[in-house]
């Protein structure tokens, strides 16, 4: 072979090289894939309590991103722009990066939805997925008076179909309450515990724990700061069958405090949900409760319960709507109310 050939051989050769390098860059960009998803509803609410009046509201408007970035490693992010007294506010709600260590077990870091119960972990921001308008005021959110941590802020490893029996568990060590995005208000972190079972397709049961310290100056619900750190126990479960034709959860939590002087106290919190479903209607129903102790070191709210009718018309995966007629009952008079909403995904 000539000089001449060699070299034409090398340019070649280069040039196929180079060639290959360009044509993977592409390929390489698009390993990382990001899905931006998004949700938003408007609500119609009428009320015969005092000084109630009728008219329409614009919920969460509600941004959903999730990205693989790499091999085994994943992001999801959640932000909401809702208003609060005056004007918009924007809420970053989970912010979220994950590694796959094995098919069945992940390793999550970030701000998580607390893995208490099954509402808080199915149904997020976006009301298109819950099935009826609101939460349910034991899983509300923090901003809404809830009185459980559905937001937590840590290191959580979540395994999942272990066993014939597809058991599943996530720990969660994070962020107590009081914390902010920043750190927490003391050197003590709460630990969540769940464990579950996916029985069949549409049968899932489960149990759950936490434990946290919150300290002394924390902002307790519905008064002042804690004049005294007061240890807090949440222990409960559930059982959620979410079949073709009936639809069923239901849920329990008994959230304790113990204060360092003074007596411990222990409230209970549960609700139950039932729906049937023909073709695109859904006629369902829902009980709420929530008994506080008096006195409670954290909790300064009165119990509630409360019922719901309604129905729900899914008119797309991407578009439903939904009409209730509900009841509330505090320490009051109870208090009615129709409600109506069209919840979107996009």
């Known amino acids: 072979m000539t000089v001449h050939s060699r070299r034409t051989m090398r340019a070649l050769g280069l040039a196929v090289a180079i060639l290959s390098i360009v044509a993977a860059r592409p390929r390489a960009a698009r390993a990382q894939e990001t ?35 790499a091999p085994r490693w994943t992001f999801l992010g959640e932000t909401v722009f809702e208003f609060d007294e005056t004007d918009f506010a924007v809420d970053v709600e989970r912010v979220v990066v994950g590694y796959e260590a094995t098919a069945r077990l992940k390793l999550w870091g970030g701000k998580h939805h607390n893995p208490l119960g099954y509402w808080n972990t199915a149904f997020h921001h976006g009301a298109l997925m819950q099935p009826t308008i609101e939460r349910p005021p034991l899983v509300a959110f923090e901003d809404d008076g809830g009185v459980l941590p559905v937001h937590a802020l840590g290191l959580m490893a979540s395994g999942r179909d272990f066993t014939p029996a597809h058991l599943g568990f996530d720990l969660l060590v994070g962020n107590g309450i009081g914390s902010t995005p920043e750190g927490d208000n003391n050197t003590g972190k709460s ?53 073709p034709r009936a639809e069923l959860i239901s849920e329990y939590q008994r959230i304790s405090h113990d204060p360092a002087a003074g007596p411990a106290t222990s409230n209970d919190g549960f609700f139950a949900y039932g729906g049937w479903r023909v073709r695109e209607w859904v006629a369902y129903a829902r009980y709420d409760a929530f008994t506080a102790a008096a006195p409670d070191p954290y909790y300064r709210v009165p119990s509630t319960h409360g019922v719901l009718v309604g129905t729900r018309y899914d008119f797309a995966s991407t578009a439903t709507g939904k009409l209730e007629l509900r009841q509330r009952k505090g320490t009051g008079d109870a208090v ?8 979107i995904g996009f």
């Open 35 to 69: 899905t931006i998803r998004g949700f938003a509803n408007v609500t119609y609410a009428a009320s015969d309590s005092t000084g109630g009046r009728s008219g329409f509201g614009l919920g969460q408007y509600d941004l959903f991103i999730t990205s693989r970035l």
């Open 191 to 243: 630990v969540t515990v769940a464990l579950s079972s996916q029985v069949t397709s549409a049968l899932q049961v489960g149990v759950n724990g936490y434990v946290d310290r919150l300290a002394a100056g924390t902002p307790a619900l519905g008064g002042d700061p804690l004049a005294q750190p007061v240890s807090q126990r949440i222990v409960g479960g559930y059982v959620a069958y979410l079949g």
């Open 336 to 343: 009615h109310e129709l409600a109506a909403q069209i919840a």
